[in-house]
Nanobody
Framework: QIHLVESGGGMVQPGGSLRLSCLAS????????VGWFRQAPGKEREFVAA????????SLAHSVKGRATMSRDNGLNTVYLQMTNLKFEDTATYYC???????????????????WGQGTQVTVSS
């Protein structure tokens, strides 16, 4: 069973940047597809980014494309979500999620994931 811990959230002004981290423990991390999701108060959890197992090809939601980069370092059991040019609408709790997969693919549906972190808050405010 894998355990996920997010970090790196905080308060930032519009146009600012943040790098979120998700540290995994307890499993062969390179065998897992990993996703980032976010949830704002009163809204459903939404897909932000995902990476496949292994070297990790990535997929980004349209809402963050051009402003976000997802990467993974399997040696450090960590995935990152770098976000730039942050907007008010990026305010949410950000979660990472993981699921073991046998093929290299990324998953955008939160129900596809077995393991979730506790979340890290990102607040974009002037």
């Amino acid at each position: 069973q894998i355990h996920l811990v997010e970090s790196g959230g905080g308060m930032v002004q519009p146009g600012g940047s943040l790098r979120l981290s998700c540290l995994a423990s307890g499993g062969a991390f390179s065998d897992y597809a990993v996703g980032w999701f976010r949830q704002a108060p009163g809204k459903e959890r939404e897909f932000v980014a995902a990476t496949s197992r292994g070297a990790g090809t990535t997929s980004l939601a349209h809402s963050v494309k051009g402003r976000a980069t997802m990467s993974r370092d399997n040696g450090l059991n960590t995935v990152y979500l770098q976000m730039t040019n942050l907007k008010f609408e990026d305010t949410a709790t950000y979660y990472c999620a993981a699921v073991p997969v046998s093929a290299s693919r990324w998953l955008v549906d939160p129900s596809s994931y077995d393991y979730w972190g506790q979340g890290t808050q990102v607040t974009v405010s002037s």
